[in-house]
């Protein structure tokens, strides 16, 4: 399914990312996943919380820049090759990934997936998941 994601993009400095997880933290937000990537000049922030819409408006306020990015969330049993297979299945579709993690919440496996054609990605996924319960 389609979540939307914050993704921040953030200075390269003493107490960047402090600001937006202490920003988050004293608005009640639950952060369930995040990952910094870094660049020359700023960080990459991406952030999957609990309440995206109450996120950005406590983010905004603060003056903290944020996008809002469409990602595909889906379910990953916890076992040997299951993204193994997920991977196999984008790359039999010619879909590639910009981004991929993963964590887990409610001691359920959550994948975070993004590509440039997500309209690609989310129809060979969701075919991907209907066949997998139906199968």
Known sequence: ????????????????SWQVFQTLADRGINILSYSINDEPEYGVLRLIVDNVKLAAEALKQENIGLELTPVYSMNVPNEPGSMSLVLKELAEHHISL??????????????????????????????YEKAKVLG
């Open 98 to 127: 910009d981004f991929l993690y993963a964590f887990q919440y409610r001691g359920i496996s959550q994948a975070i997936l993004h590509s440039a054609d997500m309209e690609a990605l989310t129809k060979c996924l969701s075919d």
């Open 1 to 16: 399914m389609i979540i939307n994601q914050l993704t921040i993009h953030i200075e390269d400095r003493y107490g960047a």
